[in-house]
C-alpha cells in the first residue's frame, strides 16, 4: 500500500508563488512515476504536470512556464512550484503516485490553493 499526504496549499493573491510537496511512503518511490492534479469546485479533475521515473517532466498548457514539477528520491517527495498564481488556479491539488506495473495509482488526500484577485 502507498500512502501520499500533499501540504503546501493554502490562500494567497494573484501573482504570489507556493510550493507543494507530496511525501510517499509504503513503496519504492523512485520506482513511482508522479503527478499533480487539481479539482476546482465543479469541474472534473485535471492533470497539472508530472514527473517520470527517470525525472522527465510534463506539463500542461496551463501550468508551462509559471508551473515546475520536480523529485527527490532521497526524501521520497515530490514537489510542485507553483509562481504567477492567478485566481483560476484556485482549486483542490492532488499528488498521484503511478507505478508501471499497476493498473491504477494511488492518491493523496488534496491540499486547498485559493488565490484571491
Known amino acids: 500500500q502507498v500512502q501520499l499526504v500533499e501540504s503546501g496549499g493554502g490562500l494567497v493573491q494573484t501573482g504570489d508563488s507556493l510550493r507543494l510537496s507530496c511525501v510517499v511512503s509504503?513503496?519504492?518511490?523512485?520506482?513511482?512515476?508522479m503527478g499533480w492534479f487539481r479539482q476546482a469546485s465543479g469541474k472534473g479533475r485535471e492533470l497539472v504536470a508530472a514527473?517520470?521515473?527517470?525525472?522527465?517532466?510534463f506539463y500542461t498548457s496551463s501550468a508551462k512556464g509559471r508551473f515546475a514539477v520536480s523529485r527527490d528520491n532521497a526524501k521520497n517527495t515530490v514537489y510542485l512550484q507553483m509562481n504567477i498564481l492567478k485566481p483560476e488556479d484556485t482549486a483542490v491539488y492532488y499528488c498521484?503516485?503511478?507505478?508501471?506495473?499497476?493498473?491504477?495509482?494511488?492518491w493523496g488526500q488534496g491540499t486547498q490553493v485559493t488565490v484571491s484577485s
Open positions: 514527473v517520470s521515473v527517470d525525472g522527465i517532466t
Open positions: 509504503g513503496r519504492t518511490f523512485s520506482e513511482y512515476a
Open positions: 498521484n503516485a503511478q507505478h508501471s506495473r499497476d493498473l491504477q495509482g494511488y
